[in-house]
């Protein structure tokens, strides 16, 4: 059997070719800024909670050496 290959564009077409889109409301912006933010606080908070933990105790009273604050014991 011998395969067909198709020509059909793939992803969103538009049916309208002509119209012009509209521009998002400021519901709508303020929902994307909020995701945007939302995201880039959870990557921050994810890399920068143990650093700031070892850099507040580094910088508490009795002043631990690094190796005596990552040990377990």
């Not at 889109?21 to 303020?30: F, K, R, T």
């Not at 143990?50 to 910088?59: E, F, R, T």
Request: hydrophobic share 40%.
């Amino acid at each position: 059997m011998a395969s067909r290959v198709s020509l059909k564009a793939k992803g969103k077409t538009s049916t309208n070719k002509g119209s012009k889109e509209e521009e998002p409301s400021a519901a709508q912006l303020l929902k994307e800024w909020t995701n945007w933010a939302a995201k880039k606080a959870k990557v921050i908070t994810h890399y920068g909670f143990i650093p700031l933990v070892i850099i507040i105790g580094m910088n508490s009273d009795p002043k631990p050496h690094l190796s005596q604050l990552l040990s377990p014991v």
